[in-house]
């Protein structure tokens, strides 16, 4: 795997992490939990939360191999991938309204993307 | 709740706990204004990958014919990665002490400078060379965090 395959892959793994631990959090809110117990269960007993932590974990080791290579202000800005992404992941599944500014800004952060991509 | 039931045992215990004690209470007051709160992330943040990176570009490779989960750890396990790792996350932790306070509308816009300012960073220290192309890549992101905003900051004002 090149090391920009793994910064890529490193960057969608955390958006799609911070969708599933919402996802997940919010599943155990929902079954209201008494105690630090009950909390804890509902947590180790959620399998969106498991798959947040194998995100997470997966996302930082692949960010760590493939900047080793990379230039960090090379990188780094990638991460803002994620907003764009989070936006549409939130618009797909959570049904969330997107208004016009917030698709141009999506369009802006794509293009500033695409400049930093291609400047390594 | 709790707070009361520090507060006996803190005049309970002996002298000594009393500083540590305050300066761990005055931390939680100065993290309780959202622009302390949110300076700290941003320079734990930028400190945290910097010092990662650090840690990367003077690592000793890893013995040949090593797996990817092999590598993860000998990374993992070098003091400035280790020690970034750290301090990034005690800036995740002030962000959220940040956004507990303030709209994440406004702190966002705002947090999109930890990307002028790796940036700069990245060139002073590791002489990394910053392309106009990146530059200009870098301006618009800044551009795209705060245009995503916008709207909502309206609503709110």
């Known amino acids: 795997m090149s090391p920009k395959l793994m910064i890529w892959i490193s960057v969608l793994l955390s958006a799609v992490a911070q969708i599933l631990l919402k996802q997940g959090l919010s599943n155990v809110q929902k079954r209201n939990p008494k105690g630090l117990f009950a909390l804890g269960l509902a947590i180790v007993s959620q399998w969106l939360i498991w798959l947040w932590g194998f995100c997470f974990v997966a996302?930082?080791?692949l960010w760590l191999v493939g900047l080793q290579k990379l230039d960090l202000s090379y990188a780094y800005p990638l991460v803002s991938i994620g907003y764009v992404l989070v936006t549409l992941l939130s618009a797909v599944f959570f049904h969330e309204r997107v208004d016009r500014h917030r698709w141009l800004a999506v369009a802006v952060i794509c293009l500033g993307v695409t400049l930093i991509?291609?400047?390594q | 709740m709790p707070t009361n039931l520090q507060e006996e045992t803190w005049t309970a215990e002996a002298a000594p706990e009393l500083t540590g004690e305050r300066a761990g209470r005055g931390m939680a007051q100065l993290l309780g204004r959202w622009?302390?709160?949110f300076a700290a992330s941003a320079?734990?943040?930028v400190s945290g990958h910097l010092l990662i990176?650090?840690?990367l570009n003077s690592l000793t490779a890893a013995p040949p014919g090593t797996g990817v989960a092999g590598r993860i750890l000998h990374l993992l396990l070098q003091p400035a990665v280790a020690g970034g790792l750290m301090v990034y996350v005690s800036g995740t932790v002030c962000w959220m002490r940040a956004v507990s306070q303030k709209e994440i509308s406004f702190l966002y816009p705002l947090s999109s400078l930890n990307y002028v300012l790796v940036a700069a960073a990245s060139?002073?220290?590791f002489h990394e060379v910053i392309s106009p192309r990146r530059a200009a890549?870098?301006?618009l992101v800044v551009t795209g965090?705060?245009?995503m905003n916008r709207r909502s900051r309206e609503r709110a004002a």
Request: proline share 0%; aromatic share 8%; no cysteine.
């Open chain 1, 117 to 119: 991509a291609g400047s």
């Open chain 2, 145 to 147: 965090m705060i245009l």
């Open chain 2, 35 to 37: 622009w302390v709160a």
């Open chain 1, 59 to 61: 996302a930082m080791g």
């Open chain 2, 137 to 139: 890549g870098v301006l």
């Open chain 2, 53 to 55: 990176k650090a840690g």
């Open chain 2, 43 to 45: 320079v734990f943040v």
């Open chain 2, 123 to 125: 060139m002073i220290i």
